[in-house]
């Protein structure tokens, strides 16, 4: 995005001219040709992950950038192996049980103990392993 910024500022205080209808038209028309030949519909369109990398290091040397270094491409490219790999593991995902349970050990703490005396407390600490235990019993049932 901030590449897209810098190109439509400089687009519009003139310092990078657009190409001429005719160019634009048959550089539309090849980007189509090319999403078919993968057989990506026309509602793809926005879909730019073939071609980010080409797109960006396009950009760069529109405004007077250098190309992106390799090891940003890398990263790039692992991380949409990864996406692709794991599928709906890729993303986050919420331990509800966990995170009840610290919850309502912390709801307790705050309302018996006082944190700024109680920290050593045996109490406190019974509650610290507690809320391990938790965990521990949240991630077992989880598997």
């Not at 400089?10 to 030949?37: C, H, I, W």
């Not at 610290?102 to 109490?123: E, K």
């Not at 509650?127 to 938790?134: G, K, Q, V, Y």
């Amino acid at each position: 995005m901030e590449l897209q910024s810098k190109w439509v500022a400089q687009v519009l205080s003139g310092k990078v001219l657009l190409p001429n209808e005719d160019e634009m038209t048959a550089s539309t028309n090849e980007f189509y040709r090319k999403m078919q030949e993968l057989g990506l519909p026309k509602r793809s369109t926005h879909f730019m992950t073939p071609y980010q990398l080409g797109y960006i290091n396009w950009l760069c040397a529109q405004i007077g950038l250098p190309p992106l270094e390799n090891w940003r491409f890398k990263m790039y490219e692992e991380s949409i192996k990864n996406f692709i790999e794991m599928r709906d593991g890729y993303k986050d995902h919420w331990d509800d049980a966990y995170w009840e349970g610290i919850i309502q050990v912390f709801i307790f703490l705050l309302i018996y103990c006082d944190p700024f005396h109680d920290i050593a407390s045996p109490i406190f600490i019974f509650f610290l392993l507690l809320c391990h235990l938790i965990y521990l019993i949240s991630k077992s049932l989880s598997v």
